[in-house]
Nanobody, 124 residues
Framework: LVQLVESGGGSVQAGGSLRLSCEASGYFYSSYSMAWFRQGPGKEREGVAAIDSDGDISYAESVKERFTVSQDNSKKTLYLQMNSLKPEDTAIYYC??????????????????WGQGTQVTVAS
């Protein structure tokens, strides 16, 4: 049993910054992928950034050079530092987790543990 809880969302003006956090609790395996996804109004859920137990990091092209994904020392807290925010970044941001051999880092079908999401709103 694993629980994921996101926090840190809010409303900012274009060009602003936010840092999202995802706290994981429960049993944790040594092999995993953790990721941030987002779903904007009228859009499908899409992968934003991911990090896995092999140390590989992936970003969507739309957020490269603006967003940074990281973990704390326990590897049970996932962060997403979001800089230079744009209105198109407006979405509910979800934390996702899958245990096992890392792969399909930004594919939503790969993940089987999800948080409830945190709203990010960027005003133009």
């Amino acid at each position: 049993l694993v629980q994921l809880v996101e926090s840190g969302g809010g409303s900012v003006q274009a060009g602003g910054s936010l840092r999202l956090s995802c706290e994981a609790s429960g049993y944790f395996y040594s092999s995993y992928s953790m990721a941030w996804f987002r779903q904007g109004p009228g859009k499908e859920r899409e992968g934003v950034a991911a990090i896995d137990s092999d140390g590989d990091i992936s970003y969507a092209e739309s957020v490269k050079e603006r967003f940074t994904v990281s973990q704390d020392n326990s590897k049970k807290t996932l962060y997403l530092q979001m800089n230079s925010l744009k209105p198109e970044d407006t979405a509910i941001y979800y934390c996702a987790l899958r245990f096992g051999i890392p792969g399909e880092a930004l594919d939503r079908e790969y993940y089987n543990h999800w948080g409830q999401g945190t709203q990010v709103t960027v005003a133009s």
